[in-house]
């Protein structure tokens, strides 16, 4: 090899990423502009609204076992992505919303997540089918606003009895399809926002 190649070949080598080991999860939250709360020298809030981390990001939240808040709405994380998040079970708070390319079949990583009270779904693509994959019996407050469901979507809510609030804005949930939430007798907000709703399906559940 000449001393021309020689210096190319050296050239290339130093253009290689330099690994010191895994990266800190937190420098790399901090990075991207998000946000951390900590308990006890615990990290229990991530705030990455917003923010342009996408699925090689997420890898860096796997770690964070204490984590009970997570915020990843308006990102760049796809279905494949929340993989990443299926064993942080201490999580009580999860919002998904407006992200363009997570739909319904991330749910089904959210099974082990027992402790989550609220979950935000809003402008993903939720179809009815979806919802059979959630069993959060702790589940207080979900956001379905735009999702794309019927009656026989809502059924599947059945299990999570502590359902407080639901969100169903600009579905196209109609008066029957109410009926599927009489049974969730601690339910006391639903977000009816342009709905074909009327006021013949506002009575059948006035009384829950």
């Not at 179809?127 to 606003?145: A, G, I, T, Y």
């Not at 019927?150 to 999570?160: A, C, D, H, N, P």
């Not at 006391?188 to 342009?194: A, K, Q, S, V």
Request: glycine share 6%; hydrophobic share 40%.
């Amino acid at each position: 090899m000449n001393s021309a190649c020689l210096l190319l070949v050296l050239f290339a080598i130093a253009q290689l990423p330099f690994c010191e080991g895994a990266k800190d999860p937190v420098d790399e939250i901090l990075y991207w502009g998000g946000k951390i709360k900590k308990r006890d020298g615990r990290v229990v809030s991530v705030n990455l609204h917003r923010c342009q981390v996408t699925d090689s990001f997420m890898i860096n939240l796997a770690s964070l076992t204490d984590l009970e808040d997570l915020d990843l709405a308006t990102t760049k994380v796809t279905d494949k992505g929340i993989a990443h998040i299926a064993n942080l079970v201490n999580l009580k708070e999860l919002d998904l919303g407006s992200n363009s390319h997570v739909s319904g079949k991330c749910l089904v990583f959210l099974k082990k997540l027992k402790n989550l009270e609220r979950l935000d779904l809003s402008l993903l693509s939720i179809q009815d089918d979806d919802l059979s994959l959630l069993d959060l019996p702790k589940l207080r407050h979900v956001n379905l606003n735009t999702a794309r469901i019927t009656g026989k979507g809502l059924q599947f809510l059945e299990k999570s009895p502590n359902l407080v609030s639901i969100g169903l804005g600009y579905t196209n949930v109609t008066d029957s399809d109410l009926a599927a939430l009489k049974k969730m007798k601690n339910l006391r907000e639903i977000d009816l926002t342009e709905t074909k709703i009327t006021g013949k399906g506002l009575n059948e559940i006035k009384n829950l």
